[in-house]
T-cell receptor, first 115, second 111 residues
């Protein structure tokens, strides 16, 4: 079956621009997570959705970062006024049950480069 | 301030031998731990977990050991196979929420 997909796979943008990163979770998965992985680091939690609502957004670094999941399926991570420090791989994961750590299925990630 | 540390950025092991990957944590409130494996250009995949009420969990060639007093866990792979070559992440949480990942260890299994 289809796994978690993320588009684009690579995104290059200029400092100050706005970007959107998309995540298509596994069909039927109600929980969706966004992580950020910088070079040489492990994934860092950003936000968790249960259905359409953001149940935990404590990992978002500042108000330039925002994520939505309007229909409880596809999610978009939005970054305004990008900065060079935002360059990282952004990973999305979904799971069938809420906060199920051993059932999180990760997508391949979107590599964001801010010039 | 890293709460989860993997002090070996890389490890090389001969095929058929045991691979031991180590992880240390600082927060004594962590009660659930996982190991993920990651191949290049793919997302991490769940490998094995352990809760703080146990000190060992085994799944086939993979065994995770937890030493709560030392705040240390380790992943043993035996026998190691070339297909095990990947980056391994240790992750820790409290109540299975807000997982904190270590920086990873790159394992190379040499044929």
């Amino acid at each position: 079956g289809a796994g978690v997909s993320q588009t684009p796979s690579n995104k290059v943008t200029e400092k100050g621009k706005y970007v959107e990163l998309r995540c298509d979770p596994i069909s039927g998965h109600t929980a969706l997570y966004w992580y950020r992985q910088s070079l040489g680091q492990g994934p860092e939690f950003l936000i968790y959705f249960q259905g359409t609502g953001a149940a935990d957004d404590s990992g978002l670094p500042n108000d330039r970062f925002f994520a939505v999941r309007p229909e409880g399926s596809v999610s978009t991570l939005k970054i305004q006024r990008t900065e060079r420090g935002d360059s990282a791989v952004y990973l999305c994961a979904s799971s069938e049950r809420p906060r199920g750590p051993d059932t999180q299925y990760f997508g391949p990630g979107t590599r964001l480069t801010v010039l | 301030d890293q709460q989860v540390k993997q002090n070996s950025p890389s490890l090389s092991v001969q095929e058929g031998r045991i691979s031991i990957l180590n992880c240390d944590y600082t927060n004594s409130m962590f009660d659930y731990f996982l190991w993920y494996k990651k191949y290049p250009a793919e997302g991490p995949t769940f490998l094995i977990s352990i809760s703080s009420i146990k000190d060992k969990n085994e799944d086939g060639r993979f065994t995770v050991f937890l030493n709560k007093s030392a705040k240390h866990l380790s992943l043993h792979i035996v026998p190691s196979q070339p297909g095990d070559s990947a980056v391994y992440f240790c992750a820790a949480s409290r109540y299975g929420q807000n997982f904190v990942f270590g920086p990873g260890t790159r394992l190379s299994v040499l044929p």
